[in-house]
C-alpha cells in the first residue's frame, strides 16, 4: 500500500469534497480518497504509488487546484 497527501485549492464545501473523491477515485489503483475540507487536504491510498500529474489532472478535472 502508498500513502501520499496533497493540498487541494479552491474547495469550499460538500459538493467539493465529492468531486474531488469521485475524479481521484476514478484512477487506477486508487483504494481510498480521504479528504479534509477545512484543511484543504486530501489523503490518498492506492496499492501502488499513483504519480502526482495523475492526481493534478484528476483534480483539475474536479475544478479545483493542487498546490504547490
Known amino acids: 500500500m502508498s500513502e501520499s497527501t496533497y493540498t ?3 474547495m469550499t464545501c460538500e459538493h467539493c469534497v465529492a468531486s474531488v ?7 487506477d489503483g486508487v483504494n481510498d480518497v480521504a ?3 477545512a484543511a484543504g ?6 496499492t501502488r504509488p ?9 483534480v483539475e478535472e474536479a475544478g479545483y487546484q493542487l498546490a504547490g
Open 50 to 58: 499513483v504519480d502526482e500529474a495523475r492526481i493534478r489532472a484528476a
Open 41 to 46: 487536504a486530501v489523503r490518498v491510498t492506492s
Open 35 to 37: 479528504v479534509d475540507l
Open 21 to 27: 473523491t469521485e475524479e481521484i477515485s476514478e484512477i
Open 8 to 10: 487541494v485549492t479552491g
